[in-house]
């Protein structure tokens, strides 16, 4: 029941928020709405607003629909006319500027960034943010151990100069260089932190098997070990350290005059450790302060008394850093979105993480159970790609819908019927064969 409960809240709100970036746009504009669904087929519950706009949940919770007032649908129902002022009857939507028509084109998939934006930013400012450190723990391609300086304990800052920092970043742009033939460029911070290097690596039809790109930092001919970096992200209340001048966001640089380059650092310093206090040298801002921190004490899993500073790793942002890094990530994953569709266009990428409903379902579930944060990012990525997919160029979609704008802009007039009816068939062709590609994807996990 989880499954399903999490499914149609899922859907519903990231249906409800594109089809009102619609309907806020088409009423700023002036044109009629007849109904605004949540849902398709059968209306199970309707309401008529001041404005003549029926807002309806309908029975099936797979997609949505906003009924503008157009020339068209008069033409084919006279019934609509009857209950229409003079003036509701003159605001279609063939009577507005080519650009607030699109405007209202657009605002769908808009309205599903701003979401993504909105979560995003929550997830940020409501959470400790782990940041991390991209090791290098072995070489195995002989070319890089025969053609360049890598070596075990640099770090990996950067691929084709796209900075990198955690097993993401580092998926999604070897992702998204999937089927390349010349040159990998990764750029490294020497194992002291005193130099920046590049490494060149050639690839042919990089990541061209669908089994490589399930892990695709498996194929970069050296092995990472993501590291935590040592900046203080929660200082627990009951222990000496949250009485001590160490804050939050503090990035720990040494420990009794010993070098912390990781939080893994800090904790093989404790394990043998007798004192009762660390004197630490931390950056803070652009500051570097010296702090002298009392340890306290406590049982461990088998009884015996050990000593522990009270910190837990990650980055504590403020409401202005979450909405920057909410913003940028939204675009990001935008862009890659886009990348990867085209990827899958080509044959570079495999398909085999295309979902249709029934993985929507399972994933929909899946995150429920882990928490409300991990269902808020799930429903921010999915905002994410319905906003992306919306805006391609396939007729039944915003984005063919900004195509047909543009070419009745181009032509001075409106399509002719029948190739607007061929654009039409072929746009749901399309999206119909899309769909039921997506669910035989779900079902073949299960066989």
Request: proline share 4%; with cysteine; glycine share 8%.
């Amino acid at each position: 029941m989880i499954y399903l409960i999490s499914a149609i809240v899922l859907l519903g709100v990231l249906i409800a928020i594109h089809e009102f970036g619609h309907f806020i746009v088409g009423r700023m504009c002036n044109i009629h709405i007849y109904r605004f669904s949540i849902g398709m087929g059968p209306v199970i519950y309707k309401k008529l607003d001041k404005h003549g706009t029926e807002f309806a949940l309908s029975a099936l919770p797979l997609g949505g629909y906003v009924a503008f007032h157009t020339e068209k649908a008069v033409e084919e129902e006279l019934d609509l006319l009857k209950p229409l002022t003079t003036e509701q009857n003159k605001n279609t939507f063939e009577s507005k500027p080519k650009w607030q028509r699109a405007l209202v084109m657009l605002a769908g998939p808009v309205a599903n960034f701003i979401l993504a934006i909105g979560i995003l930013s929550t997830i940020f400012v409501n959470s400790v943010e782990r940041q991390f450190i991209p090791e290098v723990s072995s070489v195995s391609s002989e070319f890089l151990q025969s053609n360049s300086a890598l070596k075990s304990g640099d770090v990996l800052i950067a691929i084709n100069e796209k900075k990198v920092s955690s097993l993401q970043d580092i998926r999604l742009e070897l992702l998204s260089l999937s089927g390349t033939n010349g040159i990998i460029n990764f750029t490294f911070l020497s194992g002291e932190q005193s130099f920046e290097y590049d490494v060149s690596v050639p690839v042919n039809d990089y990541l061209s098997d669908p089994n490589e790109q399930n892990a695709p930092e498996n194929f970069m001919g050296f092995a990472l070990s993501m590291k935590l970096q040592p900046v203080v992200g929660v200082i627990a209340k009951d222990s000496n350290a949250a009485k001590s001048e160490l804050k939050v966001n503090d990035l720990i640089l040494a420990a009794n005059s010993q070098p912390i380059k990781s939080f893994e650092d800090l904790r093989m310093f404790l394990q043998d450790y007798q004192g009762y206090d660390i004197d630490f040298k931390v950056q803070r801002d652009d500051q570097i302060m010296y702090l002298n921190v009392p340890l306290s004490t406590r049982k461990n899993a088998e009884g015996n008394e050990e000593k522990y500073i009270g910190i837990i790793p990650g980055l504590k942002r403020s409401f202005f850093s979450s909405l920057s890094k909410g913003t940028y990530e939204t675009y990001n994953l935008s862009i890659k979105t886009l990348t990867f569709v085209g990827k899958m266009i080509t044959r570079d990428l495999g398909t085999q993480n295309l979902s249709g409903p029934i993985g929507i379902v399972q994933m929909a579930g899946d995150t429920a159970k882990a928490g409300f944060m991990p269902f808020l990012y799930l429903m921010a990525l999915l905002s994410i790609s319905l906003g992306v997919l919306n805006l391609l160029p396939i007729p039944v979609l915003d984005g063919g819908q900004l195509v047909m704008l543009g070419i009745e802009a181009v032509r001075g007039s409106p399509m002719p019927e029948k190739m607007e009816n061929f654009f039409y068939m072929s746009g749901w062709v399309a999206v119909g064969f899309l769909m039921v590609f997506a669910v035989f994807n779900d079902i073949s996990k299960f066989l």
